[in-house]
């Protein structure tokens, strides 16, 4: 049986638009075949366009996925299914020595005058969140400064430690903030 060329171009329309396509677009050919193998015996009995496009959908992922396993590719983990290239987290057998870390976002001081200058704008804004606290103590806005900020934690975990509100904490930091960059300003 032969498909129409506008099957043709719909199937190959759905490939190209699968998520699992990219970095995988030397398959196609073997994508194309699988699907057209599992849908050439209903593809002419669908009428509506619609139905046909949303059966072709469910098709080509069953086939690309197919494929990607046969070529060794895809595999099947506990929580569904990953590509072999990615490294799976959960196996305390993994070798992490290949793995590159890129610090090209952070940006280094690159002489003594700018670190010298963030450390002194450090210490601005640190004796400015003093100063305000000073004014406004039953605010904590030092205290809840440290816990996010120093801490780490989320405004949630600073809610429940103080025992307020998570938007009262919102709110104390936005108006701390607000106020440093008066200041500043």
């Known amino acids: 049986m032969e498909l129409a060329q506008d099957k043709i171009d719909l199937i190959s329309k759905i490939i190209k638009n699968d998520r699992k396509y990219p970095n995988n677009e030397d398959l196609y050919d073997d994508f194309f075949n699988e699907t057209c193998k599992r849908s050439v015996a209903i593809i002419n009995a669908?009428?509506?366009?619609?139905?046909?496009?949303?059966?072709?959908r469910r098709v080509v992922t069953t086939s690309i996925?197919?494929?990607?396993?046969?070529?060794?590719?895809?595999?099947?983990?506990?929580?569904?299914?990953?590509?072999?290239?990615?490294?799976?987290?959960?196996?305390?057998?993994?070798?992490?020595?290949?793995?590159?870390?890129?610090?090209?976002?952070?940006?280094?001081?690159?002489?003594?005058?700018?670190?010298?200058?963030?450390?002194?704008?450090?210490?601005?804004?640190?004796?400015?969140?003093?100063?305000?606290?000073?004014?406004e103590p039953d605010k904590d806005y030092l205290h809840i400064y440290?816990?996010?900020?120093?801490?780490?934690?989320?405004?949630?975990e600073i809610a429940e430690e103080l025992g307020l509100s998570q938007s009262e904490i919102s709110k104390r930091l936005y108006?701390?903030?607000?106020?440093?960059k008066s200041i500043i300003e």
């Open 175 to 180: 108006r701390l903030m607000n106020k440093v």
């Open 146 to 156: 440290t816990l996010r900020y120093d801490k780490g934690m989320t405004q949630k």
């Open 46 to 56: 669908v009428e509506s366009e619609s139905t046909l496009e949303t059966y072709l």
């Open 65 to 135: 996925i197919n494929v990607l396993k046969d070529s060794g590719r895809l595999r099947r983990t506990k929580t569904g299914y990953m590509s072999s290239r990615e490294l799976n987290i959960d196996n305390e057998n993994t070798d992490y020595t290949e793995i590159v870390v890129k610090y090209s976002d952070v940006k280094i001081p690159e002489n003594p005058e700018e670190i010298v200058i963030q450390k002194e704008l450090l210490e601005f804004i640190a004796d400015t969140i003093r100063k305000i606290d000073k004014e």
